[in-house]
């Protein structure tokens, strides 16, 4: 959302070759061959629902027989967070890395491997191994005593998040932003100086019926509790959604995450929740719910995955948070959404904001974006590129699909908080990538991301589209075609969920999408050639 959420809202990142004495490796730009035809991206990658000991142990294997090309040094260790498996029997296991024990922040890697388990290659930043001493000079209480809002105990961890590793305190502090959003920032302290290296914010910041205040009446699977109904889905990991009745969470929340208020859940003696207004205040749930109902189910349909944590877990949405609150965010475990100030911004509990918010924890559980720098903007970008294909997914007459970012919602100018087509059009936001981008805010870094996704979806120059008008520029005098929104969004799910790691920048994330190009039309083909195509629009080369 605008400066919108808790969280709110070099080296290649993508595939990197290895060598190793007696083993035949090739890197062939991707990690699996292109299907022999344009089949659909649920089959060319699924979720590996649970990853065996046999696996993991095969996979940790793999990566520590070629040590020296990923940097795997003494006293390191991995431990799998994730893994996908295509069609063809290829497997990318996202592994987490440790220093002696401590988390290694932007350590984490991509093996990629065939079905017969030949190493294709690496997805990672860490630039060489870790090599460095675990023993602070600053103490856990002299570094969280540099900030006062401090809560909790200091988490001794190994940073490589955009610099050289360096042996850091994390310290966390809270409270509120500016709009009210909650605050819940992790500060890396060095260890050894006692000087700050950076800060995180960790919020991530947009059968019945539901009469909706921007969706018109819409089904919804509901939950029978004796003759009560209740605003949940069975069949979407029961999802539900509560009334927060315009409290905020507590400052132990903020920081910490914990002893969150939960709300109360929408219940109605009918099957019907809502009534179109504001006055009935099942309404903005009923908003929500469907958001999360539609989104869970253009991730199932269109990609195989099951939820946000893709597990078949669900989560739940909080409505009428706060007062006059014109924000919504996901914080880690579930979405919450204001009621804006009634004036120029109403509820914020739109399609795409929900598809927004919901795709901010399908990247915390995929390649986990750190939420600052170049790799803040990039996790921006994906929420407002799935928002946008959650909201075309729906095809709901009532809010049709756009590439416009909350309009249902902005009451004055009816034309939300961001467009794709052009985002400078706002003042803050970035059109064209430059060596200043990583120190921007995520939401106008985002920018970039998104103004390659529309160039590579619609093209460039004038068009108009379910009744808006675009007319993208490029940052390079270039004349760019699309390929389709699809395409292009099954391109930026793949380099997502197989070749982003934490701190993925620009640069590698055209590397990336590359790979997730050839690998699901072949490398020359019309998808590959415009993704290479709306990467140089935006300067990002």
């Known amino acids: 959302m605008p400066t919108t959420h808790t969280r709110r809202l070099a080296a290649s990142a993508a595939v990197v070759a290895l060598a190793s004495a007696g083993v035949g490796l090739e890197l062939t730009g991707s990690a699996s061959a292109a299907p022999s035809s344009l089949q659909d991206h649920q089959r060319v990658s699924s979720r590996l629902i649970a990853a065996t000991g046999a696996d993991a142990r095969s996979a940790i294997s793999a990566a ?8 795997i040094g003494a006293g390191e260790g991995l431990r799998v967070k994730d893994a996908t498996r295509d069609s063809d029997g290829a497997t990318h296991v996202h592994l987490n890395r440790t220093y002696h024990g401590l988390r290694v922040v932007g350590g984490d890697l991509i093996v990629h491997r065939s079905a017969s388990g030949r190493v294709l290659g690496a997805s990672q930043t860490l630039r060489r191994a870790i090599s460095l001493s675990t023993k602070p000079r600053v103490t856990a209480h002299q570094a969280k005593a540099k900030f006062a809002k401090a809560a909790g105990k200091p988490r001794l961890v190994v940073d490589a998040a955009g610099h050289a590793p360096r042996l850091a305190w994390v310290v966390k502090t809270g409270g509120t932003q500016a709009d009210g959003t909650p605050s819940r920032i992790a500060h890396y302290v060095d260890a050894r100086t006692g000087k700050q290296l950076r800060s995180e914010q960790q919020i991530e910041t947009v059968d019945g019926n539901g009469v909706t205040l921007y969706s018109g009446t819409v089904p919804l699977d509901l939950t029978k509790s004796g003759s ?14 509560t009334d927060m009745k315009n409290a905020e969470d507590s400052y132990l929340c903020q920081v910490l995450g914990s002893g969150c208020k939960t709300g109360t859940l929408f219940t109605s003696s009918t099957t019907t929740f809502g009534n179109g207004s504001n006055s009935n205040r099942a309404t903005a749930g009923a908003d929500a719910q469907y958001g999360s109902d539609k989104t869970w189910d253009y991730y199932k349909s269109t990609f195989g995955r099951n939820g946000i944590f ?10 009428h948070y706060g007062q006059d609150y014109v924000n919504a965010f ?21 399609l795409d904001v929900a598809g927004h918010e919901m795709s901010h924890g399908v990247t915390e559980n995929t390649a986990g974006l750190t939420y600052s720098g170049e790799s803040g903007g990039l996790n921006e970008a994906t929420s407002d590129i799935f928002g946008t294909m959650v909201e075309f997914y729906a095809n709901n007459a009532k809010d049709p699909g756009d590439y ?27 059109n064209c990538w430059s060596a200043t981008a990583g120190s921007a805010d995520v939401h106008y870094s985002s920018g970039i991301g998104n103004h390659f996704f529309y160039l590579l979806s619609e093209g460039s120059g004038a068009k108009t589209l379910n009744g808006v008008s675009y007319n993208s520029p490029t940052c390079n005098g270039s004349a760019v075609s699309g390929i389709g929104r699809t395409a292009a969004a099954a391109i930026w799910y793949r380099a997502l969920t197989t070749y982003f790691t934490s701190s993925t920048t620009y640069a590698q994330a055209r590397t990336a999408t590359l790979s997730a190009a050839k690998d699901l039309y072949g490398s020359g083909s019309t998808q590959y050639n415009g993704v290479a195509a709306a990467w140089s629009a935006v300067n990002v080369s």
């Open 64 to 71: 520590r027989s070629h040590a020296r090309a990923l940097r």
């Open 228 to 241: 009560t109904y209740q605003l949940k889905s069975a069949s979407r990991g029961n999802t539900y959604t």
């Open 310 to 319: 893709g597990t078949g877990k669900g989560s739940y949405n909080r409505v």
């Open 330 to 350: 996901w914080d880690g475990t579930k979405m919450t959404y204001g009621d804006g100030d009634g004036t120029d911004y109403g509820p914020l509990v739109s």
């Open 404 to 430: 416009l970012i909350g309009e249902q919602f902005d009451l004055t100018k009816h034309v939300g908080f961001r467009r794709m087509d052009n985002p400078a059009s706002d003042g803050s936001s970035l």
